[in-house]
């Protein structure tokens, strides 16, 4: 024989032993197969339900790596860092103008810089020859863009595209619709708010893998140069290091260079300039953490957090009723397993022939879930508004492993437990008619309909919390009345120097009650919440300025609880006035404001006095406090500010005629800017829009998951009135009635689901309580919410185990008695 080769007869015993293996493989899927066949109720009840859990939580997981490959499109990104700035305890995300230059030229660790505007979802109206369309995710940036963010061009140089003080670069589906190809848009013109030539000079794809911030167009402002000044503080900065850095270490020399350069004064050190307690200064965001883990601002990974729990416990109710239903059904099978014994089957073979037959019905749960998937997914998509290819945007690669370790989770946990159950049936008790497996089967059974149980009730507290909530939103006084209140967007042009022809244009129309304007509007999804430094009586105060119109608080129905409206005075005119929030009036700490003055930052030559307080109204939903606020005419102060948009009160019985005469006369206010309109109630919901995507989507997982628990509970009463049938037939001869049958075996039960109701009730208060404390303005959490749980948990138990308890015991006992 020689060194390094088995013998003939060893390579002889080996393929013997593969031969067998494979051939007991074989009768083990032939065998499971079989069962799973005969049994079609209960394989059928056990796979839809597990695949009705499977596809709730291949959908989150799917959303979750969705949420997570965000800004992942290109490697360099790591590189790249957002910076922003703090002001005493305001978070500013519009830093001063040059510091993008300025980091590049004081910082080794930094390759290039980038100032940008992002105007998000505001539409802005783009014209092309004779095509006008009102375009969102506008950016207005500098020349260094494209070095920071690296958006494949498809046409034009990503060196010099941007070099142009007037270029544009468009997406492939802007210049597609624009001019049917983008093959033919480089060197054409397109005029942004009819005003603005830009020329472009590349069309770029758009990153397949979400980001933080979209563009459909990116272009330079012909103001670049007039507003790069520290005092204007209008930009998004980003910088892109070298290398990747260490987040901490670098906000550190940030802010060391850019206090010793910008906000030092004296000569204290930048430590001790901490030590005494100040917080102005810059922070750094990783561009990747942005979305799910910023420092500062609303995160969606908390609601995504949510998802994936309850996603986790839809797949645990899933599995437990699998391994509860296979429990069930295996009394059938008792003797099987007894004869199985008799004939020489140890506990392993037994254990391996159940897993595999569970492993088998997890594979069908799995096809079905995946075809769920396929066809819920388009809702999914529309109901949280996900506007990428969902799929493409998500690693298969990545997600694949992740599903497959959570079906072989799901396996061992539907499989153990039954597994164990038959293999160690008493091959004599069982052949005898005696299923019993002992205490600890029933304690394990027991234990697993209270984890449901628990998850159902859970699910239900989730449900009646996020209802009671939405309501409390929905129904909650904002302060104002929307009610057919038209916000008109515009140019700044029309707002400023043309309002009072706009406005009385306007007025003009029957049904048209107020016209006014602001620089915040409630309701919409980008409020200003910024403030600035007020000084009164020698100390300063952060409050919000908003610059409005006289008619204002009367368009909106807002109430004054002091001195008086602005009437078209000079000293209103001259924002020599103003009316203050009652937020701000506690602020000032004063009882009674009127007369008292204020002064704007840097104006301390110019008082402005306070003529009138309103009541505190909502700009922005329930998550945010309100503002204290300063409210003022004109921009005639040292301060100006724009955007914001004209406000329109109507008080028609014809509201369609009104709409219709407004938009004719829009034609003589601004013809080049098609009218654009919607109401404020309206722009007030859609900021709920995404508590109703929660709502939603919990209330679908609590009623699968119901379901589910509730099947389970329905096969396991059947299995214990099964096993007490002669039990029932001797209690009924010897007088019981149908009531105590009902009792006696329902209170195990319902003990269990009291049981569960107890445990999850702190669990969903303390889980509610961490919820509600996202919003400034929130429901109280009554005991009811938690009582009302319990009951439909309860009732919805005790009906479904009545179904089969009364079945059984209003049958003959005769035929239960005369087997015996």
Known sequence: MKRGFPAPELEGELKNEQLKSSCMFRSYLKTAWRNVVKNKLYASVNILGLAAGLAGFIIILLYLNYELSYDSWDPSLKRVYKIGEQRGNDILEQTPNPLAAFLKQTLPEVETATAMQPAGEFEVLLSAGDRKIFQQYGVGADSNFLKVFPYPLIAGDAATALKKP????????????????????????????NQLENEITGVFARPKSPSHFNAQFVYRSPYEKIDMQWSNASVQTYVKTFKPVDLTAFEEQVNSVYYNERLKKDKQSFEDYRKTGHLDGLFADAV???????KHGKSNFPTVSILLLLAVLLLLAGAINFSNLSIASSM??????????????GRKQISVQVIAEIALQCLISLCLACIMVIIILPYFKSAFDISFDFVDSVSITSVLPQIIFCILVVILISGIYPAIFLSRYNTIKVLKGNYSTGRRGVLLRNALIVIQFIVAAFFITSTLVIKKQMHYMQTRDKGFSGEQVMRLQTVQQVR???FEAARNELLSIPGVEYVSKTTNVPGDAFVDTTTMVFKHAGKEYRLSSVKVSDDYFKTLGIALVKGRLFNGSYADENTRSAIINESAMRKLGLNDPVGETITFPWCDSFPVQIVGVVNDFSLSGFEHHINPSVFTVNNKACVSQGGGAILLKLNSKNLAATIAAVEARWKNIDPDFPIRYTFLDDNFQKLFVSYKRLQLIINFFAITAILITLTGLFALTTYVVNNRVKEIGIRKVLGASIHEIHSLISKEFMQLVLLAVLIATPLGWVAADKWLQHF???????????????????????ATMSIQIIKAAMANPVGALRSE
């Open 776 to 798: 400034a303005y929130k429901t109280s959490l009554g005991w009811g919410i938690f009582l009302n749980a319990a009951i439909i948990v309860l009732l919805i138990a005790l």
């Open 166 to 193: 007037n270029a544009i670069i468009i997406s492939t589906e802007l210049a597609t619709k624009l001019f049917g190809s983008y093959t033919d848009a480089i060197g054409k013109v397109i005029k942004i708010h």
């Open 332 to 345: 059938r099978r008792a003797k099987e397993i007894g004869v199985r014994k008799v004939l020489g089957s």
């Open 288 to 294: 990747k953490d942005i979305h799910n883990f910023p």
């Open 496 to 498: 400023e120097a043309g």
